[in-house]
Structure formats: structure tokens, C-alpha cells
């Protein structure tokens, strides 16, 4: 019944902005964290951002500054802005939901981001 959809990958041209989105069907907010994560090929899968339930946000220190994750409830959509963006953010991102006391998790699909010139 858990299913997170992500959209809104392009390429793009570095400097360039994107905003990703994560539909979440089946999480509930109040008691999951939401996460993005990206992989780049041949790399590790590596966190991006954290939002929990009350809007605490925790960042990967290559995006602070350029990133912002948030949360619209009613549209149970959980959004990544993009700014500024530089080749190495090119990878694919996935949406993540993490239950606050289980840390049972579930993952999207992944969308695929290129920034290049």
C-alpha cells in the first residue's frame, strides 16, 4: 500500500534549478521521516536531506545552501528544491520514508537529474 513516486528530473545547466517531487501514498508524516537520496553511476547511494514530522531538517554538507527539502500535507508530497546546481549533483535521487520508531523504510523509484553543459 506504501507507494513513493518521484518526478520533476531533467537535464539542466549547471547554475540551473530543479524541483523534485515525492508522492507518498500510505506514509504518514506524523510518524515518518522523509528523506531524499541520490546515486550517482559507479558511486554509493548517499544521503541528500532529512525532514522530520516537525520540520527538523538535516542536510548533506555538499548541498547546504543550494538544497531545500519540504513537505505539503495535504498533497502528501514531499518536494526537494534544487538550486545552483553543479555537475556533481547529477545522479539518480530517490524519495525515502523512514517510520520514526520502526525504522521500517521504503523507497521510490528514483528520477534522474543531469546537469551538464
Known amino acids: 500500500q506504501v507507494q513513493l513516486v518521484e518526478s520533476g528530473g531533467d537535464w539542466v545547466q549547471p547554475g540551473g534549478s530543479l524541483r523534485l517531487s515525492c508522492a507518498a501514498s500510505?506514509?504518514?508524516?506524523?510518524?515518518?521521516?522523509m528523506g531524499w537520496y541520490r546515486q550517482a553511476p559507479g558511486k554509493q547511494r548517499e544521503l541528500v536531506a532529512i525532514?522530520?514530522?516537525?520540520?527538523?531538517?538535516n542536510y548533506a554538507d555538499s548541498v547546504k545552501g543550494r538544497f531545500t527539502i519540504s513537505r505539503d500535507n495535504a498533497k502528501d508530497t514531499v518536494y526537494l528544491q534544487m538550486n545552483s546546481l553543479k555537475p556533481e549533483d547529477t545522479a539518480v535521487y530517490f524519495c525515502?520514508?523512514?517510520?520514526?520508531?520502526?525504522?521500517?523504510?521504503?523507497w521510490g523509484q528514483g528520477t534522474q537529474v543531469t546537469v551538464s553543459s
Open positions: 525515502n520514508a523512514r517510520h520514526d520508531f520502526t525504522r521500517n523504510a521504503y
Open positions: 500510505g506514509i504518514i508524516f506524523s510518524i515518518h521521516s
Open positions: 525532514l522530520t514530522h516537525n520540520d527538523s531538517t
